[in-house]
């Protein structure tokens, strides 16, 4: 069979069927067979979900944490990278000056009297992590959040800082986490007390 | 005479009666909600999955929270629908679904009816089969009311679409039994079953499979199922006709659905697979319980086959798109349902053995199948040649 037809449209072709597939019978006979031998095949695919959790790969973008350096103080140095990156607009700081006379704050400049991030209003693209120069943000892989009301979506810093904890206490650290040194922006105060940062650690490693 | 005389004097006919038709009633419902239960485990299965496994050991219990879930859920009456038809057609039904019941045989029955419980609520009737049809293709009245009644375009033409698809499915189903009938010399079902008595390969599919291929093709599409699910088919009809139904109200129509499908089920036992008769099991039933519990098994055990086969089927097959629907039961059914009589005729008429009839039913229908496949190539050849001529796109042969 020849039509005439345009050589730019792209014509899809009807499967041609055979006199004997025409008697529909025999297919549908093969198609109960493998109806049947899925249903005996005994091999379901199903996650029983609530009893079972699965196993979440360590690059998922979750809920979010703040990270502590190793004095356990907030990371974040209230730069407003995240802030401003976030397409979602759902991340809001109040910078303040770190409290120079308090010993455990002398060498920080700057740090987040609060930090809040509407977890509704996120997207989980990861922008914020991307654009931190400190590494102080991070998504998790956890992914069940779930929350009563819509305050309790809003988390703070303190909350933040608790999603930190138990994931570090759980030790599913996301595989970007850099958790030593500051990162670039503190580098070089670091090193001129500890020396070098240690090799192979996070993308800045 | 008072009414309670007379009520004892028509007691010991009247109470197997009474006896038969509480089973159904009791039956039934359940029975859909179990259905439900074991469609949703069987597709679980057939695609690879658990299915409902959280109430009770494997889900059993999954039937009655479902139950009771829908039986406490809130009536919802749209503001546009024809109120009094919009409750009337669910009943109808259920009604009808259950009426054709009456004559169903759900056990062993002997044709010699004696005295207490049998497993029919009318025994002997001498239209039992012809009785049946009428009633159960009355359902179509539910499924056509409820579309009109919702007042919402896509119920309408699910309600259309089933009117359509129940005048095409009747014929090739009234044909298809013609034979079987014209065979046992009766109407009535158990007789049509006490005449496959005899070995297994007096089964009335083993003689006559043209006609079980047509009976069970468009009895399926009389229960609305898949592949013949037009409708309800939610891609195109969201609910189709009982898309503005909720509640109590959807589930009448969905035990109505399932009960058709006991129904069909029941049908294709009984007049093609031989009814409560097994190989070791034949002859005429006798009184013995062990023996009647024996037949009832068996039957049940073929009526749970059929049944398990339909929802197979559902997970085997496309639905059918509306034309070739139609095409089906005009062009291929019926005329096929009709080759299948007049061969049943001849060889009545001139008294040649009937387990002639399987070979050359079967060989009629591939000839049949081959010489309209052979029609159809050359037809469309003709259309594309046309269309050639015409500078338009022609179908594929
Ligand atoms: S993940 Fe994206 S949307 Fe969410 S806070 Fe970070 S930048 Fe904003
Ligand atoms: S980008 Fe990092 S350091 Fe800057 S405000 Fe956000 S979390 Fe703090």
Same mark, same amino acid.
């Given at each position: 069979?020849?039509?005439?037809?345009?050589?730019?449209?792209?014509?899809?072709?009807?499967?041609?069927?055979?006199?004997?597939?025409?008697?529909?019978?025999?297919?549908?006979?093969?198609?109960?067979?493998?109806?049947?031998?899925?249903?005996?095949?005994?091999?379901?695919?199903?996650?029983?979900?609530?009893?079972?959790?699965?196993?979440?790969?360590?690059?998922?973008?979750g809920?979010?944490?703040?990270?502590?350096?190793?004095?356990?103080?907030?990371?974040?140095?209230?730069?407003?990278?995240?802030q401003?990156?976030?397409?979602?607009?759902?991340?809001?700081?109040?910078?303040?000056?770190?409290?120079?006379?308090?010993?455990?704050?002398?060498?920080?400049?700057?740090?987040?009297?609060?930090?809040?991030?509407?977890?509704?209003?996120?997207?989980?693209?990861?922008?914020?992590?991307?654009?931190?120069?400190?590494?102080?943000?991070e998504?998790?892989?956890?992914?069940?959040?779930?929350?009563?009301?819509?305050?309790?979506?809003?988390?703070?810093?303190e909350?933040?800082?608790?999603?930190?904890?138990?994931?570090?206490q759980?030790?599913?650290?996301?595989?970007?986490?850099?958790?030593?040194?500051?990162?670039?922006?503190?580098?070089?105060?670091?090193?001129?007390?500890?020396?070098?940062?240690?090799?192979?650690?996070?993308?800045?490693? | 005479?008072?009414?309670?005389?007379?009520?004892?004097?028509?007691?010991?006919?009247?109470?197997?009666?009474?006896?038969a038709?509480?089973?159904?009633?009791?039956?039934?419902?359940?029975?859909?909600?179990?259905?439900?239960?074991?469609?949703?485990?069987?597709?679980?299965?057939?695609?690879?999955?658990?299915?409902?496994?959280?109430?009770?050991?494997?889900?059993?219990?999954?039937?009655?929270?479902?139950?009771?879930?829908?039986?406490?859920?809130e009536?919802?009456?749209?503001?546009?629908?024809?109120?009094?038809?919009?409750?009337?057609?669910?009943?109808?039904?259920?009604?009808?679904?259950?009426?054709?019941?009456?004559?169903?045989?759900?056990?062993?029955?002997?044709?010699?009816?004696?005295?207490?419980?049998?497993?029919?609520?009318?025994?002997?009737?001498?239209?039992?089969?012809?009785?049946?049809?009428?009633?159960s293709?009355?359902?179509?009245?539910?499924?056509?009311?409820?579309?009109?009644?919702?007042?919402?375009?896509?119920?309408?033409?699910?309600?259309?679409?089933?009117?359509?698809?129940?005048?095409?499915?009747?014929?090739?189903?009234?044909?298809?039994?013609?034979?079987?009938?014209?065979?046992?010399?009766?109407?009535?079902?158990?007789?049509?079953?006490?005449?496959?008595?005899?070995?297994?390969?007096?089964?009335?599919?083993?003689?006559? &499979? #043209?006609?079980? =291929?047509v009976?069970?093709?468009? *009895?399926?599409?009389? $229960?609305?199922? +898949? /592949?013949?699910? !037009?409708?309800?088919?939610?891609?195109?009809?969201?609910?189709?006709?009982?898309?503005?139904?909720?509640?109590?109200?959807?589930?009448?129509?969905?035990?109505?659905?399932?009960?058709?499908?006991?129904?069909?089920?029941?049908?294709?036992?009984?007049?093609?697979?031989?009814g409560?008769?097994?190989?070791?099991?034949?002859?005429?039933?006798?009184?013995?319980?062990?023996?009647?519990?024996?037949?009832?098994?068996?039957?049940v055990?073929?009526?749970g086959?059929?049944?398990?086969?339909?929802?197979?089927?559902?997970?085997?097959?496309?639905?059918?798109?509306?034309?070739?629907?139609?095409?089906?039961?005009?062009?291929?059914?019926? &005329? #096929?349902?009709? =080759?299948?009589?007049?061969?049943? *005729?001849?060889?009545? $008429?001139?008294? +040649? /053995?009937?387990? !002639?009839?399987?070979?050359?039913?079967?060989?009629?229908?591939?000839a049949?199948?081959?010489?309209?496949?052979?029609?159809?190539?050359?037809?469309?050849?003709?259309?594309?040649?046309?269309a050639?001529?015409?500078?338009?796109?022609?179908?594929?042969?």
């Amino acid at each position: 069979m020849t039509t005439k037809r345009e050589k730019t449209v792209k014509w899809g072709e009807e499967p041609k069927i055979g006199w004997v597939e025409a008697m529909y019978l025999p297919a549908v006979m093969s198609g109960v067979a493998t109806a049947v031998r899925h249903a005996f095949s005994g091999k379901p695919m199903t996650r029983q979900y609530p009893d079972v959790e699965p196993e979440i790969p360590p690059n998922y973008r979750g809920v979010h944490r703040l990270n502590r350096d190793e004095a356990g103080r907030v990371k974040c140095v209230a730069c407003y990278m995240c802030q401003t990156a976030c397409p979602a607009n759902c991340i809001e700081i109040i910078a303040a000056p770190a409290p120079k006379d308090d010993p455990h704050w002398k060498d920080r400049d700057k740090y987040p009297a609060t930090f809040t991030i509407d977890e509704l209003r996120c997207i989980y693209c990861g922008m914020c992590e991307e654009a931190c120069p400190v590494d102080a943000i991070e998504l998790t892989s956890i992914y069940d959040l779930t929350g009563l009301s819509r305050e309790e979506m809003v988390f703070d810093k303190e909350k933040l800082l608790s999603v930190f904890d138990k994931t570090v206490q759980s030790g599913k650290d996301p595989v970007r986490t850099n958790r030593g040194v500051l990162g670039p922006a503190s580098e070089e105060a670091q090193s001129a007390k500890q020396g070098p940062p240690p090799p192979g650690r996070g993308r800045h490693g | 005479m008072d009414l309670y005389q007379t009520l004892t004097e028509m007691w010991p006919s009247l109470w197997p009666t009474l006896a038969a038709i509480g089973v159904i009633l009791a039956f039934v419902p359940v029975l859909g909600l179990y259905m439900t239960f074991i469609e949703r485990k069987l597709a679980a299965y057939v695609q690879d999955r658990i299915g409902p496994n959280r109430v009770g050991p494997f889900g059993l219990f999954q039937a009655i929270a479902d139950g009771i879930k829908i039986f406490l859920k809130e009536q919802i009456i749209p503001d546009h629908v024809y109120t009094f038809i919009y409750f009337v057609a669910p009943t109808i039904s259920l009604m009808t679904a259950m009426f054709a019941l009456v004559v169903m045989p759900f056990g062993p029955v002997p044709v010699d009816y004696q005295e207490g419980f049998r497993f029919v609520v009318a025994p002997g009737i001498d239209i039992g089969i012809l009785f049946m049809f009428a009633i159960s293709s009355l359902s179509a009245y539910g499924i056509i009311l409820g579309g009109w009644a919702s007042n919402n375009k896509y119920s309408l033409y699910g309600a259309i679409r089933s009117c359509a698809q129940f005048i095409s499915y009747e014929i090739p189903l009234g044909l298809s039994i013609i034979g079987v009938i014209a065979i046992s010399g009766s109407l009535n079902l158990e007789k049509i079953v006490a005449a496959q008595g005899g070995s297994i390969w007096d089964w009335n599919v083993f003689w006559q &499979p #043209l006609a079980f =291929i047509v009976f069970f093709t468009s *009895a399926l599409a009389e $229960t609305n199922r +898949l /592949p013949f699910d !037009l409708p309800e088919c939610e891609q195109e009809l969201v609910g189709g006709f009982h898309t503005e139904y909720g509640g109590i109200k959807f589930v009448l129509f969905f035990l109505a659905e399932y009960t058709h499908i006991v129904t069909v089920s029941f049908l294709t036992a009984l007049l093609f697979l031989g009814g409560w008769h097994f190989p070791g099991l034949t002859g005429p039933v006798d009184g013995s319980l062990g023996g009647m519990l024996l037949r009832t098994f068996v039957l049940v055990a073929k009526v749970g086959g059929v049944v398990a086969f339909i929802m197979l089927l559902r997970w085997a097959l496309p639905r059918f798109r509306f034309d070739q629907l139609m095409g089906l039961a005009w062009k291929g059914l019926i &005329p #096929l349902g009709l =080759i299948n009589l007049v061969l049943v *005729a001849i060889v009545l $008429t001139l008294e +040649l /053995p009937k387990h !002639l009839l399987a070979g050359t039913a079967l060989l009629l229908f591939v000839a049949a199948v081959f010489s309209s496949y052979q029609l159809q190539r050359s037809m469309n050849q003709t259309v594309n040649a046309r269309a050639l001529n015409n500078g338009v796109r022609g179908v594929s042969a």
